[in-house]
């Protein structure tokens, strides 16, 4: 139990395009869902917190009109960057924690990642 | 906000030595504690938490982390390491009351010699 899929696993874009990514929890419900950014060699850097139906929360620092997220449903998130550039390349993570009464509360559960590279 | 600190961040060690990790947290109030492992190639996985009662938690692959209150410590021990240990450890913490959210150590990377 307890899995979260990330969809790409790999993407690799031009300058100035978007870039959807989706993260979904597989076999629980996750009222929240995280969205990291791990840098080679570096922990992980959290970027947002979104909860299903509301508005997400950033981090200090990370502009939320670039990095678009949306956690329309109980299983899905997605993180679009927006206007991508080279310097937005790096293995982006999510993470779910799930719903009260599944028994998985108060634990993030995490992604396989996705790694972005802008050319 | 709550910190974590982890040390060693480079850990090399032959196979059968015992591997212990350090981290130490910066947080008064209540907290829930990970010891997560990221495997070369692969995704994060949980190998034990902390969130009340006895101490001293067992966790996957015969791992275990101690919590001591006093110390604002969790630290991974493991008696005798395989070379399927060679991996990245990182542990966190999550503040029960505040921003709830979850705050990793640097991460300690462990090479395990055959």
């Known amino acids: 139990g307890a899995v979260v899929s990330q969809h790409p696993s790999w993407v690799i874009c031009k300058s100035g395009t978007s870039v959807k990514i989706e993260c979904r929890s597989l076999d629980f419900q996750a009222t929240t869902m995280f969205w990291y950014r791990q840098f080679p060699k570096q922990s992980l850097m959290l970027m947002a917190t979104?909860?299903?139906?509301?508005?997400?929360?950033?981090e200090q620092g990370v502009e939320k009109d670039k990095f678009l997220i949306n956690h329309a449903s109980l299983t899905l998130s997605t993180l679009t960057v927006t206007s991508a550039h080279p310097e937005d390349s790096s293995f982006y993570i999510c993470?779910?924690?799930?719903?009260?009464?599944?028994?998985?509360?108060?634990?993030?559960?995490f992604g396989p990642g996705t790694r972005l590279t802008v050319l | 906000a709550q910190s974590v600190s982890q040390h060693n961040h480079h850990v090399i060690l032959s196979e059968a030595a015992s591997l212990e990790l350090g981290c130490n947290y910066s947080y008064g109030g209540t907290v829930n504690l990970f010891w997560y492992v990221q495997y070369p190639g692969q995704h994060l996985q949980l190998l034990l938490k902390y969130f009340s009662g006895d101490p001293l938690v067992k966790g996957i692959k015969g791992f275990e982390a101690e919590f001591i209150k006093s110390k604002f410590s969790f630290n991974l021990r493991k008696p005798s390491v395989q070379w399927s240990d060679t991996a990245e450890y990182f542990c966190?913490?999550?503040?029960?009351?505040?921003?709830?959210?979850?705050?990793f150590g640097k991460g300690n990377q462990v090479v395990v010699i055959p």
């Open positions: 993470s779910a924690r799930a719903h009260r009464g599944t028994g998985l509360t108060d634990t993030q559960y």
């Open positions: 979104s909860n299903e139906g509301s508005k997400a929360t950033y």
């Open positions: 966190a913490v999550n503040a029960l009351y505040g921003n709830n959210r979850l705050a």
